[in-house]
């Protein structure tokens, strides 16, 4: 069958069976939106408890200029001997303190660009306004209360955080909603599995009499089957195409947007996924999409197209 | 061209038998009629010849193929081999004259020097090059049947099978389609036509091969339809 040949029966059949290479195409958007929800869901647990686990438990933030609102701040930002006493007091308290890290201004600052690289805020955060802190490590992560009321009024402490509690409740939340999403996503592809052998059935129906012609004049089997399974790859191209604009908007939008202004105000709290993490998954969701939809438009011919 | 050997058919377990120790040999060049009533197992025996179902018992050789050792990727290439003709045209209604002959080529990958060449050509064989644009509703019957033969015969292939070509055509039109079944076995076709009209048989005296519960009972050079010797 040479192309312009095959390009045109693909164009007629994707005309003739409009309703429901739109419902394919749908059905695919919606599977993939999914199931890129879950995987981006999945991927910003992963990377921020990979990082909040390793490093830190209980985070000792120390005063900036700007936070003299604090009782223990009064008097501007942390001086080196405050740093000094806080830092021999931390050593006293061995062994419930495993490892302490101090984190410069310079360093947060770096750190806070990096985490919040796709957030619009970045440029508009000084760097005096994030605060050098000790991170603690402890040998019972449930003592954390110890830490709390040896450091909370210390002078040149701002505040003392339990980050894990914090990050705790993220994860929770977006495990859940990492697992539903990915629950959906498999109904979802289910439901395209379904449709798109329902839809090749319906299709090849309508053109029984074409493929019996092609059958009877000696057409091979895969070029009977070329054209359907052209068409269906179309269709989901369109479908995944429309997913992913989606999940970009919503990434976009929802969460470099939206999300990461919200959230802005905790300091330190977790790195959002952003763009460059869904041009990661992108590949894998658009072949996967393809392959699935090619196994099963192959399977579905071999079962209602007689060759 | 076409040898059955012994063969038998029965589409399923307990199924009465379509075909019954059927021998049957077509030469390179042969007109053949297969008569019988209804029933009988003609249309059977076409469609083991275009492997559309496998015998039960016995050997199917065509074209140099033995069916029965023929893998199922290498059908389409028996079937290029084969022209098909059907009592019911099964033209595609939504395309012209032309293109019902043109679709075979292009499903085939001719390049479309040929199929501007052998199309004209083969539409003049059955007589239709005047009526090349027109869509089948647009014909009468005869007609139709032409196109489907055109279609059948563009491919130039060596054999021709027609089932009942002229069960839909009143007996004058019946006679045109037949003589361009001669026309084109005088070529080299070798063609074997399934039918039950008498007067055909009759007028044209070719091979007749008669069935009957299917068993030949007849097989006549330049037979009629109801002769039992000659």
């Not at chain 2, 395309?95 to 052998?118: C, D, F, M, S, W």
Request: hydrophobic share 45%.
């Amino acid at each position: 069958m040479r192309p312009g040949f095959l390009l045109g029966e693909v164009a007629n059949g994707l005309r003739r069976n409009v309703s429901m290479v739109v419902s394919v195409v749908l059905v695919t958007m919606v599977s993939l939106f999914f199931l890129g929800i879950g995987l981006l869901a999945q991927q910003q647990v992963d990377t921020a408890k990979g990082y909040w686990y390793d490093k830190v438990q209980v985070s000792i933030f120390l005063c900036t200029p700007d936070s003299t609102d604090v009782a223990s701040c009064a008097a501007g930002a942390v001086t080196p001997e405050q740093r000094e006493q806080i830092a021999a007091d931390l050593e006293g308290l061995e062994p419930l303190v495993t490892q302490v890290y101090y984190e410069s201004n310079q360093d947060a600052y770096d750190r806070f660009r990096e985490q919040f690289r796709n957030s619009p805020v970045l440029d508009t955060i000084p760097q005096e306004a994030i605060p050098e802190s000790f991170r603690v490590n402890l040998s019972d992560p449930s003592k954390y209360e110890v830490i709390r009321q040896a450091f909370e009024q210390a002078p040149g402490v701002e505040s003392v955080e339990d980050q894990r509690e914090v990050v705790d409740k993220l994860f929770t939340f977006l495990g859940v909603l990492s697992i539903g999403a990915l629950a959906l996503a498999v109904a979802m592809v289910g439901c395209a599995v379904l449709l798109i052998s329902t839809a090749i059935r319906l299709t090849a129906w309508s053109r029984r009499r074409e493929t019996a012609i092609k059958r009877m004049v000696g057409a091979s089997a895969f070029s009977i089957y070329l054209p359907f399974v052209l068409e269906t790859v179309v269709a989901t191209l369109v479908g995944a195409a429309l997913a992913l604009g989606l999940l970009w908007a919503t990434v976009r939008f929802g969460i470099t947007g939206f999300l990461s202004e919200l959230l802005a105000g905790q300091s330190g709290l977790i790195s959002l996924v952003g763009e460059r993490d869904l041009w990661l998954i992108t590949p894998f969701l658009v072949g996967g999409a393809l392959l699935l939809a090619v196994l099963t438009a192959w399977a579905a011919l071999r079962r209602h197209v007689r060759v | 061209m076409i040898t059955l050997e012994n063969v038998s058919l029965r589409y399923a377990k307990g199924d009465p038998w379509a075909l019954q120790d059927v021998d049957l040999d077509v030469t390179r060049g042969e007109f053949c009629f297969v008569v019988g009533q209804t029933g009988s197992g003609k249309s059977s025996l076409l469609r083991l010849v275009i492997l559309e179902h496998e015998p039960t018992r016995g050997r199917v050789l065509v074209a140099g193929h033995d069916l029965g050792q023929l893998p199922h990727r290498r059908v389409h290439v028996l079937r290029r081999q084969i022209g098909t003709v059907f009592q019911d045209f099964r033209l595609l209604s939504g395309k012209t004259v032309y293109q019902n002959v043109a679709y075979v080529l292009q499903v085939l990958g001719a390049p479309g020097h040929e199929i501007r060449q052998r199309v004209p050509e083969t539409l003049a064989l059955v007589g239709l090059q005047e009526r090349a644009k027109r869509l089948p509703h647009e014909l009468s019957g005869g007609e139709q049947q032409r196109v489907a033969i055109a279609r059948a015969m563009v491919n130039k292939p060596p054999i021709l099978l027609a089932d009942e070509p002229t069960g839909n055509l009143d007996p004058d039109t019946s006679a045109e389609i037949v003589a361009i079944l001669e026309r084109i076995n005088r070529a080299g076709t070798t063609v074997v036509m399934a039918t039950h009209d008498t007067s055909i048989v009759d007028q044209f005296r070719k091979r007749v091969v008669q069935l009957h519960e299917g068993r030949v009972v007849r097989d006549q050079a330049e037979g009629g339809y109801r002769e039992v010797t000659r």
